[in-house]
């Protein structure tokens, strides 16, 4: 345990909150998780990865009790896989990273990973409404929304469109920007929503940290402005299937 400063190790605390929130659907259960993934840590890091953000993953991985698992057709992805996919995606990790994170072999991570992708488009579509209040980025992730399978039921650029939109199509799904600048705050259209409809949420946002401090009751899903269309069809792919209903935010 040596290697691992406790200083690094909190450093990295953020980036262990949004794979173990997006891994298990839920803030306060990833929050949870990484508590006591970190407690162990300290406790006996050995065979841990010499850097924090891995050695964070990897507590994590060995506390995953399969919370937050798919249910039904979503099944045939194995937990393995959805984490692979995770660590690659949404954390944006190397391969063989993640590989050591699992404690794999690269190519046993390498067919695993493969085998995972193609097994995206076979996920459940859902509708989805968008909240983002610039027009091209809208545009981008209406593209990114359709290409992953699922269809997009409207796009909102403000807090007040969002809440209509949300009341009149009832989506299975939210993509929120944060700041929606002149237009209000894309958490506080989520809140207002969710007191009347539940559906998975994921946020995006250029800064990640300032929401993942543990802090407070935080959004499950975070992907970080700018994102690859994988990362997007990964997330959207474990909100919808999660099983675990998001807390309000």
């Not at 209509?164 to 939210?174: F, H, Q, V």
């Amino acid at each position: 345990m040596s290697s691992l400063k406790r200083e690094h190790l909190i450093q990295a605390l953020p980036y262990a909150r949004r794979y173990a929130r997006a891994l298990t659907g839920s803030q306060p259960t990833g929050d949870a998780l990484v508590a006591s993934s970190l407690r162990s840590l300290l406790a006996s890091g050995d065979g841990a990865p010499p850097s924090a953000r891995l050695a964070l993953y990897w507590a994590v991985t060995r506390e995953f009790d399969g919370t937050g698992a798919p249910a039904g057709p979503a099944e045939s992805l194995s937990t393995v896989q959805r984490q692979l996919l995770l660590l690659t995606s949404l954390e944006e990790i190397a391969a063989e990273d993640a590989a050591l994170v699992l404690s794999m072999s690269r190519e046993e991570a390498a067919a695993a990973l493969a085998g995972a992708r193609d097994h995206l488009r076979a996920s459940a579509a859902t509708d989805v409404l968008i909240i983002e209040d610039e027009p091209i980025i809208a545009m981008d992730l209406e593209e990114l929304v359709a290409s992953c399978g699922h269809r997009v039921v409207g796009v909102a650029h403000t807090e007040s469109e969002a809440i209509a939109m949300a009341e009149r199509t009832r989506p299975g799904l939210i993509l929120a920007d944060i700041n929606l600048g002149a237009g209000g705050d894309g958490t506080s259209a989520v809140a207002t929503i969710l007191r009347s409809h539940y559906a998975p949420v994921i946020f995006v946002t250029a800064y990640p940290e300032r929401l993942l401090t543990g802090e407070a009751v935080e959004p499950a899903f975070v992907i970080t402005k700018p994102f690859e269309p994988l990362t997007l069809a990964i997330a959207t792919y474990q909100a919808v299937t999660g099983g675990v209903a998001l807390d309000q935010v």
